[in-house]
């Protein structure tokens, strides 16, 4: 009888440690992705150059600009949306350093391009159909703004 009362402790008991273990995992990757630096984040932008451009894509076979940074972060364990727009929601504004998110409009009234500066003038992104990931200018006739996710 002892035993059957004891069961709803043991599994309450259980559930708090693996809240606890799980809790502690979270955290230690979030302050991990903290300490990431700029020229980190361009090496492995880097790694995606000669991936061919495709809509919607978010793998080495293809991706499209916000698929390329999304993949980008998330080797740091940050997780984007798939949408340029929706990823200037993150991170804090900034200056284009290295690393940063580079968001731009090219005449469609709105953020339509997010790419990675790599803090020379150029961003590491996948422009459009018929290309591949590569090196482009920033243009900042068309640049809208930078973000900092670090």
Excluded at 38 to 48: L, M, R, S, Y
Excluded at 52 to 62: E, I, M, Q
Aim: with cysteine.
């Amino acid at each position: 009888m002892a035993a059957t009362r004891m069961r709803p402790v043991l599994f309450a008991a259980a559930a708090l440690l693996v809240a606890a273990l799980l809790a502690a995992a979270f955290s230690a990757r979030a302050a991990e992705a903290r300490y990431v630096s700029g020229e980190a984040v361009v090496a492995e932008a880097q790694t995606w150059l000669g991936v061919p451009y495709v809509y919607g894509g978010a793998s080495r076979a293809g991706v499209d600009c916000s698929g390329l940074t999304m993949k980008v972060y998330e080797a740091f364990g940050v997780r984007l949306p798939h949408n340029a727009a929706a990823q200037f929601g993150y991170g804090v504004p900034s200056g284009g350093k290295a690393g940063d998110l580079v968001f731009q409009d090219f005449g469609y009234g709105g953020i339509t391009h997010v790419g990675i500066a790599v803090g020379d003038g150029r961003q590491i992104n996948a422009p459009y159909p018929g290309t591949v990931v590569r090196y482009d200018p920033v243009y900042p006739e068309y640049t809208v703004g930078y973000r900092s996710i670090f």
